[in-house]
């Protein structure tokens, strides 16, 4: 399948600070990403579509100025959670369709752990 | 409405026994795609199995297969001999043709037994 990546895997941040997130498609070119948030033992909840040179998308309730998402390439979309607080705590992944495949089979990075103190 | 349902929240099954993970799916839209994910503790969302709506026969990746029953509009998942391994949440998630988004059902936690 394909690979996509994340980093950091685990992050710890202060109260107040800001937590970029990068998601890279490492051997196909993704035009659009998504990227979920997980809470404990639940399902994801997508936040928002991230589109190669244009503006994201965002889910209804999903505060656009709080996480701003760049999708500066084909291969890289980066996610930043600003000014982050204890609530903001959570596990982000992101995903990429691979177009061209047949069923156009989304493919997932590994998550990144946010902790906000 | 577009929708999703996974019915069983956990399952134990003993080892090397077969275990079939519940999906029913709603949706009004003809042409449409069903996908089984994988969710170890580790996090790692692993992409299982795909049917898509038109397809003729279940789709079968190893030891991993789909019961598809559209009339039913249901899309189980069929694991054949269960591995100590295979014990993660499983997810099933639907597509339209119109976007990529998934839809996603709550999921199942399966623990295999030793």
Not at chain 1, 21 to 49: G, H, N, V
Not at chain 2, 1 to 6: L, P
Not at chain 2, 10 to 27: I, S
Request: charged share 20%; glycine share 6%.
């Amino acid at each position: 399948g394909a690979v996509v990546s994340q980093h950091p895997s685990r992050v710890i941040c202060k109260s107040g600070t800001s937590v970029k997130i990068e998601c890279r498609s490492l051997d196909f070119q993704a035009t659009t990403m998504f990227w979920y948030r997980q809470f404990p033992k639940k399902s994801l909840m997508l936040m928002a579509t991230s589109n190669e040179g244009s503006k994201a998308t965002y889910e209804q309730g999903v505060e656009k100025d709080k996480f701003l998402i760049n999708h500066a390439s084909l291969t890289l979309s980066t996610l930043t959670v600003t000014s982050a607080h204890p609530e903001d705590s959570s596990f982000y992944i992101c995903s990429a369709p691979r177009t061209g495949d047949f069923q156009e089979t989304q493919y997932f990075g590994p998550g990144t752990r946010l902790l906000v103190l | 409405a577009q929708k999703i349902t996974q019915t069983q929240p956990g399952m134990f099954v003993q080892e090397k026994e077969a275990v079939t993970l519940d999906c029913t799916y709603d949706t009004s839209d003809p042409s449409y795609g069903l996908f089984w994910y994988k969710q170890p503790s580790s996090g790692e969302m692993i992409f299982l199995i795909y049917q898509g709506s038109y397809d003729q026969q279940n789709a079968t990746e190893g030891r991993y297969s789909l019961n598809f029953q559209k009339a039913r509009k249901s899309a189980n998942l069929v694991i054949s001999a269960s591995q100590l391994g295979d014990s993660a949440m499983y997810f099933c998630a639907m597509r339209h043709y119109s976007n990529y988004q998934l839809i996603w059902g709550a999921g199942t936690k399966l623990i295999i037994k030793p």
